[in-house]
């Protein structure tokens, strides 16, 4: 009964450095997304799927690439992590695209 | 510029008590209301609400939605350690990414 499973759950990047955090689903649903959460701003949306092959931004897309080439997997990639990106990200999923959204655990990134 | 508030931010209380949490947004479109409650690590869903005046229910919690008046509220009775969380209300507006526009939150302190 795995879900939504997001690794790693911690990473500490040097600035310039560039990383790829890993979103697994095993519930077949065809939306994915990426949010990232800072203290005061809540969570904002940065890139989204609506099924394998299609991937398009959202709120915050600057500095991340996304993929999806199975329903399965949406990795999010940081090009250059610069320390304006230490956050905690996380990956959801659902269903549908105006379903409810479940949640991986997070990952804790810093950049120093 | 779609926002979403949430009050109080933090709010301690004792086992037994009744609290009511709010959440007013403006939005776009309206298309649903979502609650998460959020402990250390991945939200977790309570509540999507579409329609004004239902009342959603689950155990001691339910939640209701005023679209006219534009607000929500989410209510725990018989408060218990266990519901010492992080409470997150969020909106989905128009368009076709399935975007949740978060609320910052409120920290529910239960005291034995």
């Known amino acids: 009964n795995a879900g939504v499973t997001q690794t790693p759950k911690f990473q500490v990047l040097k600035t310039g450095q560039s990383m790829t955090l890993q979103c697994a689903q095993d519930?077949?649903?065809?939306?994915m997304s990426w949010y990232r959460q800072d203290p005061g701003m809540g969570l904002r949306l940065i890139h989204y799927?609506?099924?394998?092959?299609?991937?398009d931004q959202g709120e915050v897309p600057n500095g991340y690439n996304v993929s999806r080439s199975t329903t399965e997997d949406f990795p999010l990639r940081l090009l250059s992590a610069a320390p304006s990106q230490t956050s905690v990200y996380f990956c959801?999923?659902?269903?549908?695209?105006?379903?409810?959204?479940?949640f991986g655990e997070g990952s804790r990134l810093t950049v120093l | 510029e779609d926002k979403v508030v949430q009050s109080p931010l933090s709010l301690v209380v004792h086992e037994g008590d009744t609290v009511t949490l709010n959440c007013s947004y403006e939005?776009?479109?309206?298309?649903?209301l979502l609650w998460y409650k959020q402990e250390k690590k991945a939200p977790t869903f309570l509540f999507m609400l579409?329609?004004?005046?239902i009342e959603k229910k689950s155990g001691r919690l339910s939640s209701i939605l005023d679209k006219k008046e534009l607000f929500s509220i989410l209510n725990i009775t018989a408060t218990q350690t266990g519901d010492s969380a992080v409470y997150l209300c969020?909106?989905?507006?128009?368009?076709?990414?399935?975007?949740?526009?978060f609320g910052q939150g409120t920290t529910l302190q239960v005291k034995p």
């Open positions: 799927s609506v099924g394998a092959g299609i991937t």
């Open positions: 579409t329609s004004s005046g």
């Open positions: 959801a999923s659902s269903e549908q695209v105006f379903g409810e959204l479940f």
């Open positions: 519930m077949n649903h065809e939306y």
């Open positions: 939005v776009t479109n309206f298309r649903s």
């Open positions: 969020a909106v989905r507006g128009s368009g076709n990414t399935g975007k949740l526009i």
